[in-house]
């Protein structure tokens, strides 16, 4: 059996005891998601909740000669749930697999010009969100990112950031909201806040959100999450709509849990 496949069994059985949590795992989440330990106990306990649920229903492989430990499996469920942490249901109901890498890996990529010639090209990657429920990480990023929680970087916020994006029926840029209200509000917000990006980032001109987010609206949304768990400050002093966008669709407020130091922004 599999350490995925024990950690799996472990908490189909324990379902009714709300997926307890082992003592011996708290270590874990405290090196490696250190907003863990910034948490209200409530909150922590309602993580755990959500890891249990995670990982019964979620499959894990390791790739490229990669080893599963209990560590990277408990990381990586714990940085991804803190994304849905108050969300009401299964974690990520569209979710099937991860996939995990010891470092970066190589990903083909199809492009199709003005004449409809598609072309292949391969890319190194830190990380990879599919439409079919798949989640690809380099675990030394998984790791990096989440140990740093003051850079704004953090590969796997963001690509469950881009599940979430997928559970809207396409990823772009627009997660499941509560009603259309909820949806012209979000669009009001983040398509100018987008645009902005877009021409500070042709501009060469710092921002809080990382220039990657100017891709596209997906991207924006996903570089927009690793801010608003690891820039709270930063982002509701420069983007204060779209900080309150982003707090009412997590339902979570970071700026309770952590106080990271100011930078210097135009966006």
């Not at 990657?125 to 990096?144: F, Q």
């Not at 590969?155 to 881009?162: G, Q």
Request: glycine fraction near 6%.
């Amino acid at each position: 059996m599999s350490i995925w496949e024990t950690l799996k069994e472990y908490f189909i059985n324990s379902v009714q005891r709300d997926y307890s949590f082992k003592d011996e795992w708290l270590p874990m989440l405290e090196a490696n998601l250190p907003l863990y330990h910034k948490l209200p106990k409530a909150l922590q306990q309602r993580l755990h909740q959500k890891i249990g649920q995670f990982i019964a229903t979620t499959y894990f492989e390791g790739c490229g000669a990669l080893e599963l430990t209990e560590e990277m499996i408990l990381t990586v469920a714990g940085q991804a749930c803190l994304l849905v942490v108050n969300h009401e249901g299964a974690p990520y109901p569209r979710l099937n697999s991860v996939l995990l890498y010891p470092s970066t890996f190589r990903s083909v990529v199809k492009d199709t010009g003005s004449f409809g010639i598609t072309t292949e090209r391969t890319i190194s990657r830190l990380g990879e969100s599919w439409s079919n429920g798949t989640v690809v990480l380099a675990w030394d990023s998984v790791k990096h990112g989440a140990r740093n929680i003051h850079d704004g970087h953090n590969v796997t916020l963001h690509e469950f950031a881009h599940q979430l994006d997928s559970e809207s029926g396409s990823t772009n840029g627009v997660p499941r909201l509560a009603d259309h209200e909820a949806f012209q509000t979000w669009a009001t917000v983040l398509g100018p806040a987008y645009e902005t990006l877009v021409d500070n980032a042709e501009r060469g001109r710092k921002t809080v959100l990382d220039h990657y987010g100017a891709t596209n609206i997906a991207e924006y949304f996903a570089v927009a999450t690793e801010a608003f768990f690891e820039k709270p400050r930063q982002l509701k002093k420069k983007k204060p709509e779209l900080y309150a966008e982003l707090q009412s669709y997590y339902q979570v407020d970071p700026l309770e849990w952590i106080h990271p130091k100011s930078t210097a922004a135009t966006d």
